[in-house]
């Protein structure tokens, strides 16, 4: 595997398991607290899936996949992928 590849493996993992277990944050008074993946997250999580060409999950084993299912648990959608070139791709 490539570090490329290694890269992008543990990223969508970490993107998974925000997307599952949420983050552990601060309050105002410094004590720890859990929260759920906020919009900025979810975000995050719908750009790489639509960046990675992803808009079904073909392989429900994958890491990728689940995410896209978690994903729309979540309420969100991904609009169908443009075959017009993007500034990701250009």
Partial sequence: ???????????????????????????KTGNPIHVEANAADLNVIRQRLKDCGITEAS??????????????????SLPPISEDNDHAVA
């Avoid at 590849?5 to 990223?11: N, T």
């Fill in 59 to 76: 392989d429900t084993q994958s890491t990728i996949s689940e995410t896209l299912l978690r994903l729309r648990g979540q309420g969100m």
């Fill in 1 to 27: 595997m490539s570090l490329i590849d290694e890269i992008a493996k543990l990223y969508d993992q970490e993107l998974l398991r925000l997307l599952k277990d949420g983050r552990t944050t601060t309050d």
